[in-house]
């Protein structure tokens, strides 16, 4: 009932600049907070970014001063704007949504499929 498409990935130059965007759609109550992570080959899934629905966001440390994440309310939709790209930064970034599809129900965490980003000259 509820799913989230992720777009915006793809190759890019060390030190370029690519823009992500994750849609939520279906079920949908409300979303308190949504975010990004990554994983890349060989090691496990970690957080970039959050940001909650009133706008307070979390960085990974390695990201902050590069990377923004901002959000459509309206639209269910989170961006993640990544700037000076490094080669260690290759990975699937994944979008997570923390929904509530009715009053009566908690929140969940949902996933996206994924998006491939590759930094590579």
């Known amino acids: 009932q509820v799913q989230l498409v992720e777009s915006g990935g793809g190759l890019v130059q060390p030190g370029g600049s690519l823009r992500l965007s994750c849609a939520a759609s279906g079920s949908i109550f409300s979303i308190e907070a949504m975010g990004w992570y990554r994983q890349a080959p060989g090691k496990q899934r970690e957080l970039v970014a959050t940001?909650?629905?009133?706008?307070?966001?979390n960085y990974e440390d390695s990201v902050k001063g590069r990377f923004t994440i901002s959000r459509d309310n309206a639209k269910h939709t989170v961006y993640l704007q990544m700037n000076s790209l490094k080669p260690e930064e290759t990975a699937v970034y994944y979008c997570?949504?923390?929904?509530?599809?009715?009053?009566?129900?908690?929140?969940?965490?949902?996933w996206g499929q994924g998006t491939q980003v590759t930094v590579a000259s």
């Open positions: 997570n949504a923390d929904v509530s599809r009715s009053r009566k129900l908690g929140i969940y965490g949902y």
């Open positions: 940001i909650t629905s009133g706008g307070s966001t």
